[in-house]
């Protein structure tokens, strides 16, 4: 190891380095920070996300706590979801895009750099259960009207959507999710027209009776949809690309409570609507079998075009955190497309199984981690906000392994588990998703007021030699290309020479030379 009191001099740049735009067009700068000069324009973003909008799955997942609780406790549960998914993806969604990190990477301020390893793998899985869910409706529905083999079709549905979600945000899913979604505007009221004529108006779908349980009706619903708090995962991942000064249209329009009122409300109470009149369970195929009976061909297209839109989102993070992980874990840098190949191998093969079997069950294990997870970003943002430069720190040279706060996360996920899994009291089991994100809040407060902290204070920062840390460029010492100063540092192990976020965090001769130091 070579140390020296003077570092290398800085190659510096204040235009974006070619051969990282070109890159960037498919890999969205899934292992770096956003620079300014890459985000997405307002409704560019507002089209990627909203693709979220139209998943199958928002009909179903309604019409499952209708049936539990009865339709006015689950309106009540939509509203305050909404409520409560607003106020949280206003603060996360301004935050991305101030910092322009994603979940990995503000994971690794959370829990130390060997810590945040878990969350993309976890989130990753979590966007590949989804994208099987969505894919299996896709299938079935094929097969319902089509006939043939399903496993044939479930074929069909990953192999289609693989291609869609290799181009980036601003560079393709933009513009297919803006086409897209009138045609499924278009098709939901089609589909609530053709129920009407064809069955008359269920003059009691707002009124069924709600079952008796140990919770209010409106409590056992809203915890049903907190079972999808991974939306707020999701948030962070496309907020990072949006403009700061468009920070109040996301956080309101985009990513807050204007989306969750379409999102949760409208499908929700259309989900309702169908299979009350339609007088089909709310079973995973109900919303499928009566779209199919409202609208007959143009049912199965209407479903076609919801979970494509939905696919491109569940399969473009779920290979951008598989991406992530490798790079972490097993140093293992591929290009996205690889990732994307990858993800859909891996949701083929779970289609294959019998996935609905343990599918929610896998859900609500990694719910609580998600749980646990966003709790922890909340008090983080509230209690730390930034290290410097409006940044929290997350260059992995300046970082220990592991924080108090990776403890934290694990002991408040393995009580949400345990929870969830004992049968000795079945209420403490439905409360689980708030027991765990109070206990993971209140641990890692005291984390971070009582632990030791995470950050190793080190000299010698890129930061300091350049005016302005989002326009000026520095040029990598081992990948060769430049990145915006906020992301870069400096290589006790190369002599001090500039080393970006992800060449370093995969680089153990820094992390031995970094320890050397101290």
Same mark, same amino acid.
């Given at each position: ?150 496993? @044939? ?8 959507? @693989? ?227 409006? @940044? ?117 001769? @820094? ?8």
């Amino acid at each position: 190891m070579t140390v020296t009191s003077q570092p290398a001099e800085l190659d510096l740049s204040f235009e974006d380095d070619p051969r990282v735009v070109k890159e960037a067009a498919t890999e969205d700068y899934s292992t770096h920070v956003v620079p300014r000069s890459w985000r997405a324009g307002r409704w560019s973003l507002a089209m990627a996300w909203w693709a979220l909008f139209s998943a199958m799955f928002w009909l179903y997942v309604a019409v499952a706590s209708a049936d539990a609780v009865g339709a006015p406790a689950t309106i009540a549960g939509m509203v305050l979801s909404t409520a409560t998914y607003g106020a949280v993806n206003l603060v996360l969604s301004r935050y991305a895009a101030r910092t322009g990190l994603t979940v990995a990477l503000l994971s690794r301020r959370l829990f130390g750099t060997l810590g945040a390893a878990l969350a993309p793998l976890i989130f990753a899985a979590t966007a590949l259960y989804y994208g099987v869910f969505e894919g299996s409706i896709v299938a079935v529905t094929f097969q319902q009207y089509f006939g043939g083999n399903l496993k @044939l079709w479930y074929l069909f549905a990953v192999l289609y959507a @693989l291609p869609l979600v290799i181009g980036g945000v601003r560079a393709w899913l933009d513009k297919l999710n803006g086409v897209l979604l009138p045609f499924y505007v278009l098709g939901l009221i089609a589909v609530v027209i053709a129920a009407t004529v064809k069955q008359g108006y269920p003059t009691d779908w707002l009124h069924s009776a709600a079952a008796h349980g140990s919770l209010p009706g409106w409590l056992t619903s809203y915890l049903i949809y907190m079972g999808v708090w991974i939306m707020m995962m999701y948030t962070i991942d496309y907020a990072r690309l949006g403009r700061v000064e468009d920070a109040r249209f996301h956080g309101t329009v985009t990513f807050g409570w204007v989306f969750y009122a379409f999102t949760f409300g409208v499908n929700g109470l259309i989900g309702i609507y169908l299979l009350r009149a339609w007088n089909i369970s709310g079973s995973e195929t109900g919303v499928v079998e009566a779209v199919i009976k409202s609208l007959g061909f143009f049912g199965v297209l209407l479903i076609f075009v919801s979970q494509t839109r939905i696919n491109t989102a569940n399969y473009y993070l779920a290979s951008t955190n598989l991406e992530s992980f490798a790079a972490r874990v097993f140093r293992l840098r591929l290009p996205r497309a690889v990732w994307v190949a990858v993800a859909g191998c891996i949701a083929y093969l779970l289609m294959l199984t019998d996935v609905l079997s343990y599918l929610l069950r896998a859900l609500a294990w990694q719910g609580v981690f998600v749980t646990a997870w966003v709790a922890i970003a909340l008090v983080h943002i509230a209690v730390r906000g930034a290290d410097r430069d409006g @940044l929290p720190e997350f260059r992995p040279g300046r970082l220990a392994p592991l924080s108090a706060g990776a403890g934290a996360w694990l002991a408040a996920s393995a009580a949400g588990i345990a929870l969830t899994e004992q049968k000795a009291d079945p209420t403490l089991a439905q409360l689980a998703p708030l027991i765990t994100v109070a206990l993971a809040a209140v641990l890692y407060y005291a984390a971070l007021k009582l632990a030791p902290s995470a950050l190793r204070v080190r000299g010698d920062d890129p930061r300091d030699e350049v005016e302005d840390v989002w326009e000026a460029r520095i040029a990598c010492h081992v990948c060769d290309r430049s990145y915006v100063a906020v992301e870069m540092d400096r290589d006790p192990s190369a002599a001090g020479a500039a080393i970006c976020s992800a060449c370093a965090a995969e680089s153990p001769e @820094l992390a031995r030379a970094v320890s050397a130091e101290r």
